[in-house]
């Protein structure tokens, strides 16, 4: 079954960079795209962007200049890169599948905090 | 494109039939998509498209709408619906969702 789970560090300092790893079963990253939402402590969702099965990106303008989405299709991993942390990146990063339309899988989600 | 969703939060009591309001900024045609999200969990789609039902997800959810103004129904609110409920469209760039809606016990 369609299964994707995100991997990487629970804390970073400020004003470092984030690796996350995005590790898919179930469907092949040469058929589907892959997007990263994050979701702040009690509050709402934030599309980041997509890396789409081609291979081709797309960033939240708000983070274009920081963010960085790739894949390995032969590993099925996604990867994101986010520099220059803050405090106000702390949150819940999800990688998700969508389906066309919406984000009809998504990971379980890891917490990443900023602070020194 | 910004969703601005209401009320922030509904009280009700199980039983009840409810709606949820999902307003556009500048008109996204269908392409709006409501999850489910409970506490410590990853958001569940319900429905896509406004209106389109998906697999596996009770009758009970419903969505209408189109252009600017979209409503998630509810008929008959189950114990397990507690939970916050988020819109998100998928007409133009950046993805945008919705600040969210808590349905919480009256």
């Known amino acids: 079954q369609v299964q994707l789970k995100e991997s990487g560090p629970g804390l970073v300092q400020p004003s470092q960079t984030l690796s996350l790893t995005c590790t898919v079963a179930?469907?092949?990253?040469?058929?589907?795209?892959v997007h990263w939402v994050r979701q702040p402590p009690g509050k709402g969702l934030e599309w980041m962007g997509v890396i789409w099965n081609t291979g081709g990106t797309r960033y939240n303008s708000a983070l274009k200049s920081r963010l960085s989405i790739s894949k390995d299709t032969s590993k099925s991993q996604v990867f994101l890169k986010m520099n220059s942390l803050q405090t106000e990146d702390t949150a819940t990063y999800y990688c998700?599948?969508?389906?066309?339309?919406?984000?009809?899988?998504w990971g379980q989600g890891t917490l990443v905090t900023v602070s020194s | 494109i910004m969703l601005t969703q209401s009320p922030a939060t509904l009280s009700v009591t199980p039983g009840e039939s409810i709606s949820l309001s999902c307003r556009a900024s500048q008109s996204i045609s269908t392409n709006l998509h409501w999850y489910q999200q409970k506490p410590n969990e990853s958001p569940r789609v319900l429905i896509k498209?406004?209106?389109q039902s998906i697999s596996g997800i009770p009758s009970r959810f419903s969505g209408s709408g189109s252009g600017t103004d979209f409503t998630l129904n509810i008929n008959r609110v189950e114990p397990e619906d507690f939970s916050v409920y988020y819109c998100?469209?998928?007409?133009?760039?950046?993805?945008?969702f919705g600040s969210g809606t808590k349905l919480e016990i009256k």
């Open positions: 998100q469209q998928s007409n133009s760039w950046p993805l945008t």
């Open positions: 179930g469907f092949s990253l040469t058929s589907y795209n």
């Open positions: 498209y406004a209106s």
């Open positions: 998700a599948r969508d389906r066309g339309g919406p984000f009809a899988y």
